[in-house]
């Protein structure tokens, strides 16, 4: 995200990198009503270059929230981006939520529920919630849009970054030191549609078992989230 979310770090739940249960949604829950990061071991092959994306008119930009031209449905209403829509689930309260769907880019969007007249509005339980309602839009977005899913799709095995210093939750930190989780996420996607994508939609970027299930191609033993499984 564009600087988004940097300046709550100190707020954020410490959300664990064991693996999660596995759901046929695409929000699924922990005990604590949000939903911690994907098991990033089971996503990507570390010895391919990671792909980072961050940058307005570079390869990729089509991954951030910011991206424009991507329209989707979700609650039974258009959303112009994935920004748009996070920013409004910050709020309870549909006025607000509508305040922000109708703004007319996603820069509005982030800057609105900062405002002081807005942000005493925030749900209080936005930080536990915000795993689950990030990957609702990511999936609304990129299931929207063909051309999209397969450039996420083509992008397999590659660990996909955000790479930038303004965010250190959503994003790398810009020194691999950040969470990265929009990445962890974008790469949790990928793996669910390429599950259920069509054989020559995938044929070429994974390699998938009898069962349908996408095979880990590693273990790394110095970091805990990386464990040798089957997703």
Request: aromatic content about 12%; glycine content about 6%; overall charge negative.
């Amino acid at each position: 995200m564009d600087p988004s979310e940097n300046s709550q770090v100190g707020q954020q739940p410490a959300f664990s990198m064991s693996p999660q249960p596995q759901h046929s949604d695409s929000a699924s829950h922990s005990e604590e009503g949000g939903t911690g990061a994907p098991n990033s071991n089971q996503l990507f092959d570390p010895k391919e270059r990671p792909i980072n994306f961050y940058n307005r008119h570079e390869p990729y930009y089509e991954f951030t929230n910011f991206a424009e031209g991507y329209p989707f449905e979700l609650l039974g209403v258009q959303w112009l981006t994935s920004e748009h829509y996070f920013q409004a689930m910050k709020f309870t309260d549909s006025t607000l939520q509508e305040k922000v769907r109708r703004l007319a880019a996603p820069r509005e969007a982030f800057q609105f529920t900062r405002e002081p007249q807005y942000s005493q509005y925030v749900r209080r339980d936005w930080a536990y919630v915000k795993m689950d309602e990030m990957r609702s839009a990511l999936f609304a977005k990129f299931s929207s849009h063909e051309k999209l899913k397969q450039l996420l799709l083509d992008s397999y095995p590659h660990q996909l970054v955000e790479h930038t210093s303004n965010d250190r939750f959503w994003g790398d930190g810009g020194d691999g030191t950040g969470q990265n989780m929009l990445g962890a996420l974008l790469m949790e996607l990928r793996l669910q549609l390429l599950q259920t994508a069509k054989p020559s939609d995938a044929s070429s970027v994974t390699q998938l078992d009898n069962s349908g299930s996408c095979l880990s191609f590693h273990e790394h033993t110095d970091e805990k989230e990386h464990l040798l499984d089957m997703i």
